[in-house]
């Protein structure tokens, strides 16, 4: 396996995500009964309705849509991260069902991330980490031969010795309302490099899907103040920029 890199994908979304939002919200204000108010919702386009929606921050309604991603190709420390969001569905990749036995990997070490700081250092830095992923399997491959290679008990105690570069995959599923609010922690400039780069791309493609819940989604400090006060990166006119065009 070796070097991964991070590869995301929209895999379900409730269908007409936005329409099942307005329709939460109008049911709040409305008389009408549920099918008047269905065929009144397809019938109009409810972009100004829920631009307005969430302007207004009532926002339980948005939490009828759900997204649910895929992910590869991120750490463990990644995963330590994310499972911090309660509000979110996760399936992983298990380090005690599955082996990172060497014998079964493509190039004979399990798949790993090398951290952006390290790549910048150049070749021969890259080449120094490849070299440490190489001794981790070899000490994992001995603790897996020396416990008796008897699948469960021995991989769960085995990977103990596996790093926090050690890749990972994962399903993902949030509503609307926690990825916004994830989106608001995880693409500031001042989250880690990692599950920065993911948020960014999960929130290009939850654009694509629902784009007037997500048209104003990125940092805190895409529509008011940085919330970060001192430790501020100094860069809300780049930033909101730049998630102009995400």
Known sequence: MGV?????????????????????????????????LK????????GTFLARLIDSGHLSPIEHASFTFGIEGVSRSLLAQITRHRIASFSVKSQRYVSEVSAQNEDGVFGYIVPP???ALGPGAVEVFKKQMKQVQEWYDYWVEKL??????????????????????????????????????RCCNRAQWEIRALAVEMLRLVKKAAPVIFRDAGPGCVNG????????????????????NV
């Open 148 to 185: 008796g290679n008897h699948g469960e008990p021995t991989y769960e105690d085995a990977r103990f010795v596996l790093p926090n570069a050690a890749e990972t995959k994962l399903l993902v599923t949030m509503n609307a309302r926690e990825l916004l609010h994830f989106f608001s922690l």
């Open 117 to 119: 700081r390290i790549e």
């Open 225 to 244: 103040p940085c919330p970060e006060g001192k430790m501020s990166c100094g860069k809300i006119t780049e930033v909101r920029e730049q998630f102009k």
């Open 4 to 36: 991964k890199k991070l590869s995301v994908s929209l895999l379900k979304h409730t269908p007409g995500p936005e329409e099942a939002i307005a329709m939460g919200a109008k049911l709040c204000y409305s008389p009408a009964g549920l099918e008047e």
């Open 39 to 46: 065929r009144g919702v397809k019938e109009r386009d409810q």
